[in-house]
Antibody, heavy 119, light 108 residues
Framework: EVQLVDSGGGLVKPGGSLRLSCAAS????????MNWVRQAPGKGLEWVSS????????YYADSVKGRFTISRDNAKNSLFLQMNSLRAEDTAVYYC????????????WGQGTLVTVSS | DIQMTQSPSSLSASVGDRVTITCRAS??????LNWYQQKPGKAPNLLIY???SLQSGVPSRFRGSGSGTDFTLTISSLQPEDFATYYC??????????FGQGTRLEIK
């Protein structure tokens, strides 16, 4: 069974940092591209960042470029999101999400981890 | 970026009703359109991919159609567990996938 387990969220002050993790199991993690998608309270879904299976291709939404860093450890079946210089507008539930294939859907999601940026 | 616009934003319906949600892309996305269902406090769940393919385990009352810029999600006979928020998402331009704003389906 495919499982994605998100962790690392919490309350942080504006300008602070946080590192999110996603533990993957039940599939060959090193074969899939992975995304982070977020959802602000009461709002819709927003793509944040993507990383290819071998980490050779990495992309960010303009809203987080220069502040967030995505990475993965295929040996440990783990995905990460390092978030620096956090702002109030980064407050959201962050989901780890598996991309099925090129131009394919997100077929599996983590349960989400809440990041709250507030003083 | 491709903009995705769903309509309506909210919808009230009764168990047994047939409902249709539409999604329009700001440019042609061929058939690279996916639909998700999200219940409160839960992650989204994939229903339909490539415009009309039913994800494994999803009931056949869910049907997707369309290509190019205009797409629809139809639920043929609403069940109590179908009341949720539905999102469309384009995967034509990757990796910057974009979602519609959501359609909240409520019980009348």
């Amino acid at each position: 069974e495919v499982q994605l387990v998100d962790s690392g969220g919490g309350l942080v002050k504006p300008g602070g940092s946080l590192r999110l993790s996603c533990a993957a199991s039940g599939f060959t993690f090193s074969s899939y591209g992975m995304n982070w998608v977020r959802q602000a309270p009461g709002k819709g879904l927003e793509w944040v960042s993507s990383i290819s299976s071998s980490s050779s291709h990495i992309y960010y939404a303009d809203s987080v470029k220069g502040r967030f860093t995505i990475s993965r450890d295929n040996a440990k079946n783990s995905l990460f999101l390092q978030m620096n210089s956090l702002r109030a507008e980064d407050t959201a539930v962050y989901y780890c999400a598996r991309v099925f294939e090129f131009r394919g859907p997100v077929d599996y999601w983590g349960q989400g981890t809440l990041v709250t940026v507030s003083s | 970026d491709i903009q995705m616009t769903q309509s309506p934003s909210s919808l009230s319906a009764s168990v047994g009703d047939r409902v249709t949600i539409t999604c329009r892309a700001s440019q042609s996305i061929s058939i690279y359109l996916n639909w998700y269902q999200q219940k409160p406090g839960k992650a989204p769940n994939l229903l339909i991919y490539a415009a009309s393919s039913l994800q494994s385990g999803v009931p056949s009352r869910f049907r997707g159609s369309g290509s190019g810029t205009d797409f629809t999600l139809t639920i043929s006979s609403l069940q109590p567990e179908d009341f949720a928020t539905y999102y469309c998402q384009q995967s034509y331009i990757t990796p910057s996938i974009t979602f519609g704003q959501g359609t909240r389906l409520e019980i009348k």
